[in-house]
């Protein structure tokens, strides 16, 4: 039942936590990460339902024209002459 982390190839946790206590850019990806999530949190909390209701309509519009699904046009010999 259980498999053994080495069994899987992935490194043991106090081994990746040890390591990335060596590594620096790894501290500031992690503050990056969670300065950029709680900007975004903080700009969805501000915005005014108008706003939201907007941006849902766009997105929408963005799913519907993907959907669509045309065909790629075949090209002729006299196009690929352009």
């Not at 206590?21 to 992690?30: C, E, F, I, R, Y």
């Not at 706003?51 to 024209?65: F, N, P, S, W, Y």
């Amino acid at each position: 039942m259980g498999a053994r982390n080495s069994a899987q190839g992935r490194r043991p946790a106090a081994l990746a936590a040890a390591e990335a206590q060596d590594d620096p850019s790894v501290a500031l990806k992690l503050i990056y990460v969670t300065l950029s999530r709680f900007m975004s949190w903080m700009v969805l909390r501000i915005r005014s339902d108008a706003t939201k209701e907007i941006e849902i309509l766009v997105l929408r519009h963005q799913l519907a024209v993907l959907q669509r699904g045309t065909p790629r046009p075949r090209m002729s010999w006299p196009d690929r002459a352009v």
